[in-house]
């Protein structure tokens, strides 16, 4: 998930380190979906080729370069990217009700790793003085989560850069991910914890799903809900 400001005021710089972190962030996510199904019992994912970090076997034209890449445009929606779908056959699954819950949840819980160990570099840079939070007072750009202190910085500003990338999008994209609404990783684990009769009720609203998620991203309910987590990492890592 995604959003974003204007293409004039991101240097195409950043543009291009936002968009390798979130290939990577989406590919991660797409292999955990993968590898914990085959934990399961089933190895779709595996002959398909999607248990891998190479791209090119994740990526949506669509929803992973058009959609993202489209956030930065003047004017346009804060929108969201995906991956292609890992493919399943739940008919394999040893315990369905725990492998989906399982499996869907694999993908936010990829995402979270990937913000942990990001937030644990920069906080080891931040406390050596590699790197300082953003002053009030130095031009700074919306993902300049740090920036490099004065004697790294040559050679540290893509590096930190990256890093903030890394944090933000991802803490973005397992929050975004678990929020129980079609197709989100989350309405999966919805759909198994729910009774019988309310589960099918659910299901039958599936197909509105992503309707729903244009809608509630035009009225940035999703800025509302991931927001605060922002603030609670960030409070975690200036502390």
């Known amino acids: 998930m995604s959003s974003l400001n204007s293409l004039f005021t ?3 710089t950043d543009i291009i380190l936002w968009f390798v972190a979130l290939l990577f962030s989406l590919s991660f996510h ?10 399961f019992g089933d190895d779709t994912g595996r002959l398909q080729g999607r248990i891998s970090l190479n791209p090119a076997v994740h990526i949506d034209p669509i929803g992973t370069i058009l959609f993202p890449l489209m956030s930065f445009l003047p004017g346009m929606l804060p929108l969201f990217g995906w991956a292609k779908p890992v493919e399943t056959n739940p008919l ?6 725990k492998a989906n819950i399982a499996v869907s949840g694999a993908g936010p819980v990829s995402n979270f790793i990937l913000a942990t160990l990001t937030f644990l570099a920069l906080k080891t840079l931040l406390l050596t003085g590699v790197v300082v939070p953003p002053s009030a007072f130095a031009e700074s750009g919306p993902f300049d989560v740090v920036v490099p ?3 790294q910085a040559a050679v540290m500003a893509p590096v930190a850069k990256l890093l903030c990338i890394m944090l933000l999008l991802n803490v973005s994209l397992a929050v975004f991910n678990l929020i129980p609404l ?7 684990i919805l759909e198994s914890i729910l009774p019988g009769n309310l589960a099918e009720t659910y299901v039958r609203f599936r197909v509105l799903g ?4 244009l809608a509630l991203s035009w009225m940035g309910v999703f800025g509302f809900i991931i ?4 603030h609670v990492v960030l409070g975690m890592l200036y502390f």
């Open 92 to 97: 394999r699954w040893r315990d369905k009700t």
């Open 30 to 39: 797409e292999a955990a979906h993968a590898w914990t199904s085959e934990r």
């Open 227 to 230: 927001r605060p987590v922002y």
């Open 182 to 188: 079609p197709p989100l990783d989350g309405s999966h």
């Open 10 to 12: 991101i240097p195409i």
């Open 210 to 213: 992503f309707m729903l998620l």
């Open 149 to 151: 202190g004065a004697a």
